[in-house]
């Protein structure tokens, strides 16, 4: 029988069984577009991610207090959690003057969450107590106005500078710069000038970015909270430092650190000192497992759907015992079962493969972009996932088949004839 | 050319051992018709199926133009099967859903023969079936559907045709027509020709009766050869 014979027969034997070979072929679809979208959804996840690292900025090394100094010189300003206060300004400007090479700039920094009102709204923000370096160690540009100034921060001027997501929030109208907002909450009310807009970062994860909103370091830790040490040192809760994009990022690290331990007069570091390279590798740990957990569903429903192809060629060899004795009677030989079995098998695997690959690009290109229980999703279609699941699905439909190709090549050709 | 010597073929059904075949010695020789008779359980089946390389003798020895068949692999029966042998059954056994003419095709598919539609529908022509060579078995009468397994089984030049009870499933008039039929392809075709039946009318058309009871021959005979033209 040559393989054309064969094809021609399994296609028949496949119309014959329309329903049948639909859901059989529908559970490789399934498995095979599961696999398509679910490893593009984890790649997304993954690639979301690191475009939120690397819109961080360039070269950035971040140093903050040690979770383990929670508690010290507790103010007002609510830190990041855990995160106690063992860092100035005075350290951020130490670290500048300190000649370390490769270090470009360094913008301290300090945030407390808190209530804005504007005349139209009020909303929680996330407030970031700045320098006027802060743009240009972030990678962060102005839309509109201008950014704190140097003056600002000698005048502890009561300038804001609003991300862009919360410019349209509290000035829906547009034309915030100009207008005044006013941080209220417990015994703070103080108004605020609008000087800036920021411009949109965009991209995925761009989302926390826009709705920061800057005044002057300063002004932030005198008039809404007070976070000074015994000498009169602001503290802060980050220190940006940009490297030049030359420099290796763990020798300048490594130099950070020796500065603060001095500055400091301690044994252990009370602080951490994190390139976005750390960042990235934390979180690609993350997506990893993230990846693997949702490739092993998908396997999952692969497997499924193989053993569904193998019942069904099963159930196919008992029904046509006969037409296996006919064929035999007529010359065909054992081998020839076998490969008319295998190919119908192959033929239902490889179709359902094609179908789930149209299926999975088809679906994971769909959600891409779309919010989806208000997340954002974003997906990645693997090219290595499209080939490793349709050989995945043809190896099934060849093993699958095998099996009961098996048996019915080894039927008595007067048995199967005499079968009813 | 086909030589039975001391042929046995036994089953084992339970703890019970049935001599289906209980040492047969036959000859047949090229060109001749032959009827097998006897009555169901007597082994005539049994002898079909070893005779046409489907099953093979327990002991004994079954020679086909010299070889020993019983010694042969499972794909060289499978080629002298389809080769040397065509098959008529009492059922028919088409297969559903295929029309006449890829019926006939059907072994030459397993043989990687050219020109499979022309010779299938000249098999088709020979057996009375030219208009027909797209139907399906359920569009055909019984006789039709029994001339295209003689077409399927004729397609590929056997030198013998094993009929298995080929009118059991026919009345009376249609089954003479297949047997005419038969007997027109041993003297203007020289095929040797092997029919298996248990009614008396069907043999009459065979120059050779072969009786069996219980696995054993316990008669052979040879008619002169005018006998049936000499019927009114």
Known sequence: ?420 | MIRLENVTRYYRLGEEVVRALDGVDIEITRGEFVAIMGSSGSGKSTMMNIVGCLDRPTSGRYLFEGREVGRMSDDARARLRSREFGFVFQQFNLLPRMDAIEQVELPMVYQHVGGRRKRARAALEMVGLGTRVHHKPTELSGGQQQRVAIARALVVNPRVILADEPTGALDTATGGEIMAMFEDLVRTHGITVIVVTHEQSVADYADRIVRMRDGRVVEDSRRAQPAVAALP
């Open chain 1, 1 to 420: 029988m040559s393989p054309i014979d064969a094809l021609r027969v399994a296609f028949r034997a496949i119309a014959a069984n329309g329903l049948r070979s639909v859901l059989t072929t529908l559970g490789m679809v399934i498995g095979v577009g599961s696999v398509i979208v679910l490893i593009a959804v984890g790649q997304g996840a993954q690639k979301g991610v690191q475009d939120q690292i690397r819109s961080l900025g360039q070269d950035l090394i971040f140093v903050q207090p040690a979770p383990q100094a929670a508690g010290q010189g507790s103010g007002g300003a609510r830190g990041a959690a855990g995160s106690g206060f063992t860092l100035t300004q005075a350290d951020a400007d130490a670290l500048l003057s300190s000649g370390i090479s490769g270090i470009k700039g360094v913008a301290p920094q300090l945030s407390i969450d808190i209530q804005v009102v504007s005349p139209y709204t009020n909303q929680r923000v996330t407030v970031i107590g700045a320098t006027s370096d802060y743009p240009a160690v972030r990678g962060v540009t102005l839309a509109e106005g201008a950014f704190i100034t140097q003056t600002d921060l000698d005048k502890r001027a009561l300038n804001i500078v609003l991300g862009p997501e919360i410019a349209t929030a509290l000035f829906p109208d547009g034309g915030a710069v100009g207008q005044t907002v006013r941080f209220n909450q417990g015994p703070i009310n103080i108004t605020m000038k609008v000087v800036g807009i920021m411009a949109a970062k965009g991209g995925s994860g761009g989302g926390a970015i826009d709705a920061y909103v800057y005044i002057p370091l300063t002004t932030l830790s005198t008039r809404l909270s007070f976070n000074r040490n015994s000498s009169g040192q602001v503290f802060v809760n980050q220190i940006n430092v940009q490297k030049t994009s030359g420099a290796d990022a763990t020798k300048v690290s490594a130099a950070i650190t020796d500065v603060l331990v001095q500055r400091h007069a301690v044994a252990t570091p009370d602080f951490t000192v994190k390139t976005q390279d750390d960042l990235l590798g934390a979180q690609a740990d993350v997506t990893r497992t993230l990846s693997i957990l949702l490739g092993s569903i998908a396997g999952i429903s692969l497997v499924v759907g193989a053993i569904g192809v193998m019942n069904i060629m099963l159930v196919s060899v008992t029904e046509r015992t006969r037409e296996i004795g006919i064929r035999r009677a007529v010359g065909a030989r054992a081998r020839d079962i076998t490969l008319q079995f295998v190919t119908e098998a192959l033929a239902l695997c490889v179709g359902g493969g094609v179908l789930g690959v149209l299926v999975g690009v088809g679906v994971a290109l769909g959600i891409d972009g779309r919010t989806i229980a208000d997340k954002d999703m974003s997906t990645v279609i693997q090219p290595w996932s499209i080939f490793v699941a349709f050989a995945v699905a043809a190896g099934i439909g060849a093993l699958s088949g095998s099996y009961p190709a098996y048996r019915a090549s080894r039927l008595d050709p007067i048995t199967a004839l005499r079968n009813e």
